[in-house]
Nanobody, 123 residues
Framework: QLQLVESGGGLEHPGGSLRLSCAAS????????IGWFRQAPGKEREGLSC????????DYADSVTGRFTISRDNAKNTVYLQMNSLKPEDTAVYFC????????????????WGQGTQVTVSS
């Protein structure tokens, strides 16, 4: 069974950091580009970052450029999202997702989704 599991969310103060993990089971992430998306209540799903299957290519939304960093460890079958300088507007449920297509910021391009992890940024 193909499964993605996010972890690392929680409550953080503004300016703080969190590192999200996306662990795959049932399939080898080596062949997949991975994206991170988030969705806040009442808002559309937002593409944040993606990384190619090799890890050599990454992309970021303007809203997180310079603050978030995506990386992957194919040996551990895991992708990470390091989030620094967190802001209250970063509060959302964060999802990782996989596609055999190219890295994309469009959620329709992705085939497999995790269940999400809540990130709350508040003082």
């Amino acid at each position: 069974q193909l499964q993605l599991v996010e972890s690392g969310g929680g409550l953080e103060h503004p300016g703080g950091s969190l590192r999200l993990s996306c662990a795959a089971s049932g399939f080898d992430l080596d062949y997949f580009a991975i994206g991170w998306f988030r969705q806040a209540p009442g808002k559309e799903r937002e593409g944040l970052s993606c990384i190619s299957s090799s890890g050599r290519s990454t992309d970021y939304a303007d809203s997180v450029t310079g603050r978030f960093t995506i990386s992957r460890d194919n040996a551990k079958n895991t992708v990470y999202l390091q989030m620094n300088s967190l802001k209250p507007e970063d509060t959302a449920v964060y999802f990782c997702t996989a596609t055999t297509a190219r890295c994309s910021m469009r959620w329709l391009e992705y085939d497999y989704w995790g269940q999400g992890t809540q990130v709350t940024v508040s003082s």
